[in-house]
């Protein structure tokens, strides 16, 4: 299997360079990049190895230029698209699964899934625990930050190498309703999914309580039991009530798999611990998603406040969005949202990854979130709906866009990012019009 022989070799080499040099990791700040900092910072200790981690939101020249030439460099989640960047250093890892955008280099080695084709989806996180365990068996106990990941990065949990981390991580898969977390109180699972948007209720404690109500679902000593303890009934009725308010779902959109990882010796929900990593690394606090990773539990306890906080502005920002307060520039088959400083740099891909799942706009309709950071602008573009590959690819648009601007950029045909000077804002959406206006006339 190709995959495995690049991992082989790839650690063969790493374990000779470590012996004489210094390890620097940089892994990327969502969830999918914490988990491979995890798995790896806990591996290389494990084989005492000299290291040291930076967490970051993206790369751009100056941060690679500061990074210290003699050391061997990893990059984690990040760096198939920028490795023209990386000439200067002496050798470098890339784990990662996004897009190969540049030629190779001698001094780097790259696993990435692209390079055979996409036969396997594995996320970054996934490739990390295979080098883990090829560097030694001992590191199967992480497979659950694995698992984490993948569901983290939406990627799906197929093909025999994630099968193989299903496995290590000793998952339970259950199938249920998509809405998370299913190991908490259903009422609050209900207010705060933003795995499923349900109008009146998502957001809405009265309308959550009047759902359940008409589902017959009752309070036992004083709660709400978690979506995993109800019965055939009690689900059967739920998923009734939830299709008369969103009647264009169909059952594979809100019926899927869960995933149950063992994490604190507690079967937890794998989507809930994904989100946990996730927002309290987007509101800032990257060092206590992964301490979190490692098994601290005051930093779950911190996580799970910060994530209160992160829901409650997630709501505020889908509200603002709803409510007309950000500028929207809406044409055919596509909408701008220009959230300016409405809403969080490090939020903008989340709403706008709700919006495309939120079957308010048609199956293909491109999403774009832009919002301020400084003197940059962060953008975010997503397809509607369940992307199904045939249509317009985000990563293609955003590229044919950025070949006139400064900036990074990168992502996957149904999420792409780029970051933009502020002074390029009218110039970017003008752009971006113009080549969609072009791709209406190709249609
Ligand atoms: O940041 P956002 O969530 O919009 O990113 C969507 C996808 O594009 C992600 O997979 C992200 O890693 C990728 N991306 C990238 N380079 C950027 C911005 C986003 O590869 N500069």
Redesign the pocket.
């Known amino acids: 299997m190709f995959m495995k022989n690049l991992i082989k070799e790839a650690v063969r080499r790493f374990v000779e360079s470590s012996k004489s040099s210094k390890v620097q990791l940089i892994s ?1 700040f ?1 969830t999918d990049g914490i988990t491979s900092a995890a798995i790896m910072s806990k591996a290389l200790s494990r084989a005492r190895v000299n290291f040291s981690l930076k967490i970051v939101k ?1 790369l751009n020249d100056d941060f690679v230029k500061s990074l210290p030439s003699e050391s061997l460099i990893m990059f984690l989640d ?1 760096g198939s ?1 920028s490795m023209q960047l990386f000439s200067h250093l002496k050798e470098v890892y890339i784990i990662d699964h ?1 897009e190969i955008k540049t030629d190779f280099l001698p001094n780097t080695l790259l696993i990435n899934p692209h390079l055979i084709g996409d036969r396997e989806e594995l996320c970054s996180a996934g490739i990390a625990y295979l080098f883990a365990k090829e560097l030694d068996e001992k590191n199967k106990d992480l497979a659950s930050l694995a698992v984490i990941g993948t569901v983290g990065d939406l990627v799906k949990n197929k093909g025999k190498l994630n099968n193989e981390i299903l496995n290590d991580a000793e998952v339970v898969v259950k199938k249920g309703l998509l809405i998370y977390p299913a190991t908490r109180p259903l009422d609050k699972a209900l207010e705060y999914s933003s795995s499923i948007f349900i109008p009146g209720i998502t957001g809405n404690s009265q309308g959550v309580l009047e759902l359940l109500k008409e589902a017959g679902i009752e309070r036992e000593n004083g709660k709400f039991k978690p979506l995993l303890d109800l019965n055939e009934e009690e689900t059967s009725k739920l998923i009734t009530s939830i299709f008369l308010r969103r009647k264009d779902y169909d059952n594979s959109e809100i019926i899927g798999d869960l995933y149950l990882v063992k994490f604190f010796n507690k079967l937890e929900d794998a989507r809930e611990l994904s989100a946990l990593i996730n927002a309290s690394s987007r509101a800032g606090f990257s060092q206590t998603s992964l301490a979190l990773c490692l098994n601290n539990k005051e930093a779950k306890k911190e996580a799970d406040k910060i994530h209160a906080r992160y829901k409650q502005e997630l709501i505020e920002a889908l509200n603002s969005v709803a409510s007309g307060i950000i500028n929207k520039i809406e044409g055919r088959d596509y909408i701008i949202l220009n959230a300016k400083d409405k809403i969080r740099d490090t939020m903008i ?1 989340t709403v ?1 990854s709700i919006i495309a799942f939120s079957q308010n706009y048609k199956e293909g309709t491109l999403i774009v979130g832009m919002s301020y950071n400084g003197d940059k602008i ?1 953008v ?2 997503r397809i509607a709906g369940s992307f199904n590959g045939n249509g317009r690819k985000a990563n293609e648009l955003i590229g044919s866009v950025m070949k006139f601007l400064e900036g ?5 045909a149904s ?5 933009i000077k502020k002074t390029d804002e009218e110039k970017f959406i003008e752009l971006l019009k113009k080549k969609l206006e072009v791709e209406v006339v190709q249609i």
Request: proline share 0%.
């Open positions: 990327h969502d993206s990040l698209g996004h891909g706008s962060k975010s573009m990074e950029w990168g992502g996957h999420a792409a990012g780029c970051t």
